[in-house]
């Protein structure tokens, strides 16, 4: 569980980045933090993994203030992946690249190895090769995977999908959405709203250091005032749904629908005809 209590931040001691923030995460969500440029996302997220620590409030993770947790505590607890997984990637190998945390935690040894080479049978990774020449979209899987072969609780992924082609992103993606089903907490940091409706679980909306919005992923992206505080527009099918729900005599499932098959299945019951599960898969 993450717990920001009334949090302030600044880089330089003068300048708020990080005004009165208060949410809390608990064990199994999948919270997607969402805003403009500039509004304070990931600040909050190196908040809460304890890379900079608060002017004013608290961070509690696991009900302990990072104050008072060591680095390698709060590495055990939260996995954090950085926007840009070169930041993150600094060995020769693959199979290095995923021992690296056990040795940086000082937990070599055959429990770790065979953990590691359970994910590199998961992720299909050729085990030698040499990570820099891999494609972006696998970087960015091994960085995930160095993360998740250490089993952290929660994992925090800042904009995990920049950079990534769609099919790519469909694959990190699928492997987050197993990861929580599987019981870890996810907060991630995203732009593409597109990820955010089909991902996530709740969103948190941040302006200028605030949290303008905090609810159900759909009641905070259907939200006009919410939408225009934090510069955002919702998934198409969304805004879709928005724009005839406003027409007079729009049916109610149209006008709440949020995902494609969702809007299939409400257009064809208004207009009275059935729609196929095939064709509804085809189209979703
Ligand atoms: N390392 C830093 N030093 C000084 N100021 C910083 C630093 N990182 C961010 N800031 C400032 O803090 C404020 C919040 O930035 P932050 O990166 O948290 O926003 P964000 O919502 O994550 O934006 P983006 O979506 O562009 O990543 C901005 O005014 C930014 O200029």
Do not use: W
Not at 9 to 37: I, K, P, Q
């Amino acid at each position: 569980m993450i717990e920001f209590k009334n949090v302030s931040a600044s880089y330089d001691g003068e300048l708020a980045v990080l005004n009165d923030v208060s949410f809390t995460v608990n064990d199994g969500d999948f919270v997607a933090f969402v805003g403009t440029n500039g509004a304070g996302k990931s600040t909050t997220m190196r908040l809460a993994n304890g890379l900079l620590k608060p002017t004013a409030g608290e961070v509690l993770v696991d009900g302990v203030p990072t104050t008072a947790l060591k680095t390698s505590e709060l590495a055990r607890r939260i996995g954090f992946l950085f926007q840009n997984p070169d930041r993150q990637i600094c060995c020769n190998t693959v199979r290095e690249e995923l021992l690296f945390g056990f040795k940086a935690l000082g937990e070599e040894g055959p429990a770790a190895e065979a953990r590691v080479d359970a994910i590199i049978e998961r992720f299909g990774f050729d085990a030698t090769a040499e990570p820099y020449l891999l494609n972006r979209g696998t970087r960015q899987l091994l960085a995930l995977a160095s993360i998740i072969v250490l089993a952290p609780p929660t994992i925090i992924l800042d904009e995990p999908t920049t950079g990534l082609d769609f099919r790519e992103c469909v694959k990190v993606m699928e492997v987050v959405r197993e990861l929580n089903e599987g019981g870890t907490t996810v907060v991630m940091v995203c732009h593409d709203m597109e990820v955010v409706g089909d991902f996530a679980r709740r969103v948190i909306a941040m302006t200028a250091g605030r949290v303008v919005a905090d609810g159900a992923t759909f009641d905070v992206l259907r939200d006009g005032r919410v939408l225009k505080e934090a510069h955002i527009l919702p998934p198409q099918v969304t805004e879709v749904s928005l724009m005839l729900g406003r027409e007079e005599g729009c049916p109610r499932a149209v006008a709440a629908a949020n995902t494609v098959p969702q809007m299939v299945q409400a257009l064809a019951a208004a207009r009275g005809v059935e729609a196929t599960t095939v064709e509804v898969e085809a189209i979703g």
